[in-house]
Nanobody, 116 residues
Framework: QVQLVESGGGLVQPGGSLRLSCAAS????????MSWYRQAPGKERELVARISSFSSSTNYADSVKGRFTISRDNRKNTVYLQMNSLKPEDTAVYYC?????????WGQGTQVTVSS
């Protein structure tokens, strides 16, 4: 029943911005932390950002601190990743993630390409 549906990826020039969205369903969204991961070509999957259930705590990878912002709207069951000052090294497939009732769930992924 748990579903995560991502959107917002695309092609953007260096220095540009994108906002990713992840619409969640099948669980009590506000009770759970949500995360964004990414996997770049030839690289391991890495945690990009995480946000606690009521947004009291956020964590970011060092590579994105100051540029990316994770947020959530518990009324809309949606988590966002605002990405500013994008760099070519941000190019990756971005995945929404949560752990609900002992199981890991992942979105289908959305491609972000930063290129001139």
């Amino acid at each position: 029943q748990v579903q995560l549906v991502e959107s917002g990826g695309g092609l953007v020039q260096p220095g540009g911005s994108l906002r990713l969205s992840c619409a969640a369903s099948g669980f009590t969204f506000s009770n759970y932390a949500m995360s964004w991961y990414r996997q770049a070509p030839g690289k391991e999957r890495e945690l990009v950002a995480r946000i606690s259930s009521f947004s009291s705590s956020t964590n970011y990878a060092d590579s994105v601190k100051g540029r990316f912002t994770i947020s959530r709207d518990n009324r809309k069951n949606t988590v966002y990743l605002q990405m500013n000052s994008l760099k070519p090294e941000d190019t990756a497939v971005y995945y929404c993630n949560c752990r609900v009732r002992g199981n890991e769930y992942w979105g289908q992924g959305t491609q972000v390409t930063v290129s001139s």
